[in-house]
């Protein structure tokens, strides 16, 4: 059994733009510093064997903020969507593109599918070099859709519809367990 406690990356200058970033490695905001910094406090008590991050620079910068001292890898199949022609788009024309991109990919880009492909492979890997640990990934919404589908056993329109990020609700990581 694996035990993966899942984290956001912070606030982007593109998120503040209400901008979909995609693929496109954008910086954390002075708010998404603080934010990550701040993490660090709220997980202090907390004991995680290995990070993991997606390789993008706004989940690199997020976990080496909130976990300072502590070996992070960054791993590619942990990225966002790839919303190939949308990335660094409008989130009025992306968000409601991805929840219908489930089996249909984005021109140049990926499908939500491919993420769930990609994650899945991650997830094999866990299974194979890190059973028994407890896992802290930093990433993004698509990935933890993702775990949603693979691990909660929800259908994609479920984890879209139930997504904190509609109601607002973040909190300081959310738990996974890989049987």
Request: glycine content about 6%; hydrophobic content about 40%; some cysteine.
């Amino acid at each position: 059994m694996i035990t993966i406690t899942y984290f956001v990356h912070g606030t982007t200058t593109d998120n503040e733009k209400n901008i979909s970033s995609g693929w496109f490695d954008v910086e954390l905001s002075e708010l998404g510093v603080r934010q990550a910094t701040e993490l660090k406090t709220l997980i202090k008590d907390k004991h995680f064997d290995v990070v993991f991050c997606s390789d993008l620079k706004r989940a690199v910068h997020s976990a080496k903020l909130a976990f300072a001292g502590t070996e992070i890898i960054p791993d590619k199949r942990l990225r966002e969507c790839n919303y190939g022609e949308y990335n660094a788009t409008p989130a009025t024309v992306v968000e409601p593109m991805l929840e219908k991109n489930i089996t249909k990919k984005f021109p140049d880009g990926e499908s939500c599918e491919d993420v769930k492909a990609r994650i899945n492979d991650f997830l094999d890997y866990l299974k194979k070099n890190y059973d028994g640990k407890s896992v802290a990934i930093v990433a993004h919404k698509a990935p933890q859709l993702a775990l949603d589908v693979l691990l909660s056993g929800k259908t994609w329109e479920q984890a879209f519809a139930d997504d904190w990020r509609k109601r607002k609700a973040w909190q300081a990581g959310w738990e996974y367990v890989v049987r």
